[in-house]
Nanobody
Framework: QVQLVESGGGLVQAGGSLRLSCTAS????????MGWFRQAPGKEREFVAA????????YYADSLKGRFTASRDNAENTVYLQMNSLKPEDAAVYFC????????????????????WGQGTQVTVSS
């Protein structure tokens, strides 16, 4: 079973940037499709980004394309979410999620398709 720990959240001014990290232990991440989700107070958890096992494929929520970038370093067992031009509406708890997959180009956008989850990291954006 893989364990996931997110880090890198914090307080940033609108227009600023943050890079979130999700580090895995227990298993190597190279066999997992990874996803990022977020949940703001009073709202449902929503898809942010997904990245295939090798990192060759990345997919984003339409509203976030161009501002967020997912990447991974399988040698470091870590995935990243670079967030630029942050807006107050980006404030949320951000979660990484994993699902072991056989095919290298598989990705998932629904939270119920992921098996393993981190505890989340808070992102606050001041206006």
């Amino acid at each position: 079973q893989v364990q996931l720990v997110e880090s890198g959240g914090g307080l940033v001014q609108a227009g600023g940037s943050l890079r979130l990290s999700c580090t895995a232990s227990g298993r190597t991440l190279s066999g997992y499709t990874m996803g990022w989700f977020r949940q703001a107070p009073g709202k449902e958890r929503e898809f942010v980004a997904a990245i295939t096992r090798s990192g060759s494929g990345t997919y984003y929520a339409d509203s976030l394309k161009g501002r967020f970038t997912a990447s991974r370093d399988n040698a470091e067992n870590t995935v990243y979410l670079q967030m630029n031009s942050l807006k107050p509406e980006d404030a949320a708890v951000y979660f990484c999620a994993a699902r072991e997959t056989y095919y290298s180009d598989t990705y998932y956008v629904r939270d119920n398709e992921y098996i393993n989850w981190g505890q989340g990291t808070q992102v606050t954006v001041s206006s």
